[in-house]
């Protein structure tokens, strides 16, 4: 699939929003925790995305009720469901000066069309020294799902299944999209939320 640019200027996928609020210190400060262990930005980008999906539980998967929505929000409490992690992930990126941005899918809510749909988010990393972008979903691993730091095949959390009526949206927005921000902020229990409140189109 061809990936779009919302914006051909680099810099604006590299600004600080409030979601993205990577000018937050407790965000310099775990970026900088990371940096000081890579080599390059290319593996700065790697360590950053794993941290996000493997130390930042998805919120469904340990039972929580809270709802977070902020990059510094998300750190602080270890949690979040996709549309927060990837505010995450974004702003640990972009205060390294590492363009990013969110893309979606629309997705089954659990196994089958008659559980409904959701938009599920994931990130887009221009890497420099492949003077490419590159999607990376960073949800968070378990049984069934396997997604990995990968320059070349995408390996997301998520394949899509169009026999199932599922796609990919091809744009790489500048910030995270509005209507998944408003489930964030019109919800205060994360389970029902997750169950009743997720968006269903973008």
Not at 56 to 80: F, K, M, N, P, Q
Not at 113 to 142: F, M, Q, T
Request: hydrophobic share 35%.
């Amino acid at each position: 699939m061809g990936l779009v640019l919302q914006s051909t200027n680099p810099h604006d996928y590299l600004i600080s929003t409030p979601e993205v609020n990577f000018i937050h210190p407790s965000l310099i400060k775990k970026a900088d925790e990371i940096y000081a262990n890579s080599t390059d930005k290319l593996q700065y980008a790697k360590e950053a995305y794993e941290f996000v999906r493997d130390h930042i539980a998805h919120s469904w998967d340990i039972g929580s009720h809270r709802v977070t929505r902020t990059a510094s929000e998300v750190l602080e409490y270890g949690e979040g469901i996709c549309y927060a992690k990837s505010n995450l992930l974004a702003a640990l990126l972009r205060v390294k000066g590492i363009p990013t941005g969110f893309c979606y899918q629309r997705l089954t809510l659990f196994d089958s069309p008659e559980d409904g749909y959701c938009i599920h988010a994931l990130n887009a990393v221009y890497i420099d020294s492949e003077n490419k972008w590159i999607r990376l979903d960073s949800r968070g691993n378990k049984t069934g799902v396997n997604a990995q730091f990968s320059l070349y095949e995408e390996k997301l959390a998520f394949p899509v299944r169009p026999h199932l009526d599922e796609k990919d949206y091809p744009t790489i927005y500048m910030n995270p999209h509005e209507k998944t921000m408003n489930v964030l902020k019109e919800h205060s229990d994360g389970r029902e939320m997750y169950m009743n409140g997720l968006s269903k189109n973008i």
